[in-house]
């Protein structure tokens, strides 16, 4: 099967830009998370969906960054304005079930946001 | 709160060793575990998890752990280390109650494995 597929691979913006990263989850797998993962770090969860509604965005800094998850299935996270320590890898990832919390989580290859 | 402790940065071992990556948790109740890799230029990839039952879980490319629950651990093991596994590997929990509870990883042990 198809795995969690997201775009770009790389984005280098300026400080105080926008920007907005795409995802496609594996087909048929309802719950959707957005991760940031700084380097040297692991990944820490900044939203989860389960189909189109937000199920946990208590990490998420709402005063810059949002996400949406339209139709429930493709989703977008964007960042406006941008700030340095924004520079990590968003990762997205899915899993078939949140019910199913034992269920692992299959992640996209990510993209590397450099902010300067 | 739950989390994740990795206490090695970095782990070396030479090819054909055993090798043995550690991970300690924290939660209130019963944890559900896992552990990834993570490649260079790659996403995390599922390795194995823990939910219930047998303590000795084994999991993709030969890799298994060990849910010890008195001492909150649960260690990435493999009998005999490949340079191909030289990657950074994450362990994760989540708490085991209803309601809703994300997925915490630790901050990566990144494993090398010399020919």
């Known amino acids: 099967e198809a795995g969690v597929a997201q775009s770009p691979r790389y984005k280098i913006i300026e400080k105080r830009q926008s920007v907005a990263f795409w995802c496609n989850p594996i087909?048929?797998?309802?719950?959707l998370y957005w991760y940031q993962q700084i380097l040297g770090q692991g990944p820490k969860l900044l939203i989860q969906?389960?189909?189109?509604?937000?199920?946990?965005d208590s990490q998420l800094p709402k005063d810059r960054f949002s996400a949406e998850r339209l139709k429930g299935v493709d989703s977008t996270l964007k960042i406006q304005p941008a700030k340095l320590e924004d520079s990590a890898v968003y990762l997205c990832?899915?899993?078939?079930?949140?019910?199913?919390?034992?269920?692992?989580?299959?992640f996209g290859q990510g993209t590397r946001l450099t902010v300067v | 709160a739950q989390s994740v402790a990795q206490p090695e940065d970095q782990v070396n071992v030479a090819e054909g060793n055993p090798l043995t990556v550690k991970c300690t948790y924290s939660?209130?109740?019963?944890?559900?575990l896992f552990w990834y890799v993570q490649y260079p230029n790659r996403g995390l990839q599922f390795l194995l998890k823990?939910?219930?039952?047998?303590?000795l879980v084994k999991g993709s490319y030969g890799f298994e752990a060990e849910f010890n629950k008195s001492q909150t651990s649960f260690h990435l093991k493999k009998p005999s280390a490949l340079v191909s596994d030289s990657a950074l590997y994450f362990c994760?929990?989540?708490?085991?109650?209803?309601?809703?509870?994300?997925?915490?990883f630790g901050k990566g042990t990144r494993l090398s494995v010399i020919a």
């Open positions: 969906f389960q189909n189109n509604g937000v199920v946990d």
């Open positions: 994760a929990v989540r708490e085991f109650f209803s309601g809703n509870t994300p997925l915490v």
């Open positions: 939660v209130s109740g019963n944890p559900y």
């Open positions: 823990y939910i219930t039952g047998d303590n």
């Open positions: 990832a899915s899993s078939l079930a949140r019910r199913t919390r034992w269920s692992e989580a299959f």
């Open positions: 087909s048929g797998h309802a719950t």
